[in-house]
C-alpha cells in the first residue's frame, strides 16, 4: 500500500535481549487473501515473547522473530 519498508524490533537467534535484538528497517509484509495488515502505533513486550525469545516455548519459527503478542493499531 505504498510503504516499503517498516521500523522494528527482531531476533535471529535465542538468548537474552541485550545480545539478540537488532533495531531497523523491516519489510513490510504483504497481506494474502482472507488476512488484513494492520499498522501498530504502540507496542509492548508480553511475557510470552520473553520466554519465546529465550528459547524456553518454540523454535525459531522463521529466519527472523519480532516479539509482539501485545501491540494498538
Do not use: C
Request: hydrophobic share 35%.
Amino acid at each position: 500500500m505504498g510503504e516499503q519498508n517498516m521500523r522494528a524490533v527482531w531476533h535471529s537467534n535465542f538468548g537474552p535481549a541485550t545480545e539478540v535484538f537488532e533495531i531497523g528497517e523491516y519489510e513490510t509484509p504483504e497481506a494474502a487473501e482472507g488476512q488484513v495488515l494492520v499498522r501498530v502505533h504502540a507496542s509492548g513486550i508480553n511475557p510470552l515473547d520473553v520466554k519465546g525469545r529465550d528459547g524456553g516455548r518454540w523454535p525459531m519459527r522463521g529466519d527472523r522473530m519480532i516479539p509482539h503478542f501485545d501491540g494498538a493499531g
